[in-house]
């Protein structure tokens, strides 16, 4: 599940994809407030709903749930802290995108040409989320093929050798 902001200009930012299983919206049950990110499916799923006031009532009825409320929100927090670190302290585009496929490969399928994995966003989806444009995207992923950091099939993204691609995201 794609979870996203837009401006009042219509610009859209991905914050993150959602993991299956992820419970979605506690900081604003907690808060009182309203829930300010837009979630798009990627693929067929299904979702349980949950209203707010039955949700709160289940927190005060068991109190021993509120340690794996804190776990989750603090991996939401230290997320967010690492994509405001990649969209406003990595130096290039292609160190962005290197930071987030690394991301993304993390438990991906190891094969004997590399860490495979689905890509489950477009190009213009993968600008919005690390701040740039579809053309400055896909002139990253040539500029990887063509270095050997990748190779593309569909949405299928090989890295053949983490330890260059990890070069390329701290490159100066």
């Known amino acids: 599940m794609k ?5 009042s200009q219509g610009k859209t930012l991905i914050l993150r994809i959602a993991k299956p299983g992820e419970v979605l919206g506690s900081t604003p049950v907690l808060s009182g407030s309203p829930y300010e990110v837009t979630a798009e499916t990627l693929h067929p799923c299904q979702i349980a709903f949950v ?6 009532r289940f927190l005060a009825q068991h109190p021993e749930v509120y340690q794996g409320v804190v776990k989750q929100l603090t991996a939401i927090y230290s997320r967010a802290c690492d994509q405001l670190h990649t969209l406003g302290l990595a130096a290039s585009i292609q160190q962005r995108l290197a930071k987030v496929l690394l991301d993304w490969s993390v438990g991906a399928d190891n094969t004997k040409a590399g860490a495979r994995l689905v890509v489950p966003l477009t190009h213009e989806e993968i600008g919005e989320f690390i701040g740039t444009s579809r053309e400055s995207i896909t002139r990253a992923f040539n500029e990887f093929r063509n270095q050997h950091l990748v190779t593309i099939k569909g949405s299928t993204v090989t890295i053949p050798n983490r330890a260059a691609l990890e070069q390329a995201a ?3």
């Open 170 to 172: 701290s490159a100066a």
């Open 3 to 7: 979870l996203s902001i837009t401006s």
């Open 51 to 56: 209203r707010r006031d039955d949700f709160s």
